[in-house]
T-cell receptor, first 113, second 115 residues
Framework: AQSVSQHNHHVILSEAASLELGCNYSYGGTVNLFWYVQYPGQHLQLLLKYFSGDPLVKGIKGFEAEFIKSKFSFNLRKPSVQWSDTAEYFCAGRDTGGFKTIFGAGTRLFVKA | EAQVTQNPRYLITVTGKKLTVTCSQNMNHEYMSWYRQDPGLGLRQIYYSMNVEVTDKGDVPEGYKVSRKEKRNFPLILESPSPNQTSLYFC??????????????FGDGTRLSIL
């Protein structure tokens, strides 16, 4: 069955620390992968996406993610977090041949000033 | 301004009283979808629509109905709401695109409480 799993449900970091949020997917075929961010009280916004080509994808606000096919992973990274990065982060996958989108359970990041 | 608009933003109602949450997008997107967000479960897809008059079930369709009579609108209908449908609901839309690689644009959410 198709699935997207995020390993960490809650992460607490100090400003300037490096961030890596895990995401693993399970799909039978080719998959498009997305990271979305939800700031407190707001709707989800796209951070970055991967569908083909360079497996290292750069997104907005200094975020990047690496697609590692052999590990079925699409981890989100940022070298130095800021207080304003406090939010919930969702990994999502969509089969290239289908129409359903599957989201991970989300990771709540809290950055201490 | 490109946006997905949901109404109402907040609703408290009682079991069994039919309700409709509206969703409208102004980006001429073919694909629209409804999700519910529950703590620890992330977003789960309720229904989606690939275009006018074309809809299909997501992972948690029980207790919900949708319709897509116009491209811009995709209402979510709860014919007989129950307390387990208390949740935060998001509507989203995207271009259909090739290989389903288009990101979704989300509305601001509707917080439903069913007593």
């Amino acid at each position: 069955a198709q699935s997207v799993s995020q390993h960490n449900h809650h992460v607490i970091l100090s400003e300037a620390a490096s961030l890596e949020l895990g995401c693993n997917y399970s799909y039978g075929g080719t998959v498009n992968l997305f990271w979305y961010v939800q700031y407190p009280g707001q709707h989800l916004q796209l951070l970055l996406k991967y569908f083909s080509g360079d497996p290292l994808v750069k997104g907005i606000k200094g975020f990047e993610a690496e697609f590692i096919k052999s590990k079925f992973s699409f981890n989100l990274r940022k070298p130095s977090v800021q207080w304003s990065d406090t939010a919930e982060y969702f990994c999502a996958g969509r089969d290239t041949g289908g129409f359903k989108t599957i989201f991970g359970a989300g990771t709540r990041l809290f950055v201490k000033a | 301004e490109a946006q997905v608009t949901q109404n109402p933003r907040y609703l408290i109602t009682v079991t069994g009283k039919k309700l409709t949450v509206t969703c409208s997008q102004n980006m001429n997107h073919e694909y629209m979808s409804w999700y519910r967000q529950d703590p620890g479960l992330g977003l789960r897809q309720i229904y989606y629509s690939m275009n006018v008059e074309v809809t299909d079930k997501g992972d948690v369709p029980e207790g919900y109905k949708v319709s897509r009579k116009e491209k811009r609108n995709f209402p979510l209908i709860l014919e007989s709401p129950s307390p387990n449908q208390t949740s935060l609901y998001f509507c989203a839309s995207s271009l259909f695109g090739t290989a389903n690689n288009q990101p979704q644009h989300f509305g601001d959410g509707t917080r439903l409480s069913i007593l």
